[in-house]
């Protein structure tokens, strides 16, 4: 067995909202052609197509896998490879020739603008739904009147199990999770019982309402505000107000569907600080090669600083931290590759090297 051994190589990322901004993207490709009744530049010209294709799938499809539900993969990828086919910018033949009588090769170094290949691959997945959805977390925030703690546990349930259907990742509410969301669903909710007479008789009104704020994990910020509300009547309470909050939940987690599809499927470019923790030159141009050459999304490699024992680079990523974390660690199985991705805590990012 093939022993590895790894050097950890940090990277902290932190995000800021800017204008996108275009990255050539290369990689070499090798295609096939069959030779048919002898015609050698019929075979040449399916091998030059070929290896164009594989030069996308080599180049879009960690890109694709990051933001696809798995089941969705093979019909995505397929639509997206044959749309970006026509956004090759260039490229060099880098050998050429017969593999035998049958067959004939063609090895090309083919150069993507990423930036507009992304885009495109973006609303396609919009266009079908077969993006995939972000972590999120609910967070109970307050909950106020008779049986309000109890209705917000079971809202809260409800939310958790609607927004799953529609293919949210929801993780758990706990310190010692591994797991980081890139989203926070913060809920409140207020009950009111109230007694009313209708025709002498004396009925139980039973209200429930409920809020939920849309936050940025990383930061904090508030990306949007829902409310709903409803009435009942009943002298069972606590039964009225579970069936209420049922309907509820269903109502929010169609707003945070809405929401987060806004912001999670936007053409914003986020900043990153990428730190390098490492002296040896080999590692950082290996690095450095790596994230040029292969993550689509990525630009702006910058060298902001240089010491002794760190690099730091100020870059941009077409997409959100969590993305670029299902990105690398999609490229980094690739033999080729040469890091893994050994850590994400939402906005940083460990890389070891293989060597």
């Known amino acids: 067995m093939m ?50 294709r594989v030069a996308i799938e080599q180049m879009l499809g960690s890109y694709i896998s990051a933001r696809t539900e798995t089941n969705n993969f093979m019909l995505a990828s397929e639509k997206i490879y044959s749309t970006a086919k026509g956004q090759i910018d260039g490229y060099d033949i880098l050998a050429e020739g017969k593999v035998d009588q049958e067959t004939y090769y063609v090895t090309i170094l083919a150069r993507l603008d990423s930036a507009k290949a992304s885009a495109s691959a973006k609303q396609q997945l919009a266009k079908y739904s077969w993006y995939k959805q972000p972590k999120i977390i609910i967070q109970q925030r307050d909950s106020n009147g008779e049986h309000a703690a109890n209705t917000l546990a079971i809202f809260t349930t409800e939310l958790s199990q609607s927004l799953r259907k529609i ?20 809920t409140s909710l207020t009950t009111r019982i109230s007694n009313d007479e209708y025709q002498g008789l004396e009925i139980k009104s039973n209200q429930v309402s409920v809020a939920a704020q849309l936050l940025n994990a990383q930061t904090g910020q508030v990306l949007s505000n829902a409310t709903e509300s409803k009435q009942a009547a009943g002298a069972n309470s606590l ?100 890091f893994t991705v050994s850590f994400f805590n939402g906005s940083e990012i460990t890389l070891s090297i293989k060597h």
Not at 167 to 186: C, H, R, Y
Request: charged share 20%; net charge negative; proline share 2%.
């Open 239 to 338: 039964a009225q107000f579970e069936k209420m909050v049922t309907k509820l939940a269903f109502r929010i987690s169609q707003r945070i569907n809405l929401d987060t599809k806004q912001v999670w499927l936007g053409d914003n470019t986020h900043s990153v600080l990428l730190k390098l923790m490492s002296n040896n030159t080999e590692q950082i141009q290996l690095i450095e090669s790596a994230l040029n050459n292969v993550v689509v999304g990525l630009s702006s490699l910058d060298i902001q600083s240089k010491s002794a024992e760190k690099v730091i680079y100020l870059t941009k990523y077409q997409g959100w931290a969590e993305q670029l974390y299902e990105q690398l660690n999609s490229l980094s199985k690739d033999p080729s590759i040469p």
């Open 3 to 52: 022993l590895y051994r790894f050097f950890t190589v940090i990277v902290t990322i932190v995000v800021f909202i800017c204008s996108v901004d275009a990255h050539a993207t290369s990689t070499e490709a090798k295609g096939l052609g069959a030779i048919v009744n002898g015609n050698v530049a019929d075979g040449r010209k399916n091998a030059l197509e070929d290896a164009k």
């Open 167 to 186: 293919g949210f990742d929801v993780i758990s509410d706990d310190a010692s999770s591994a797991l980081i969301p890139t989203f926070i669903v913060s």
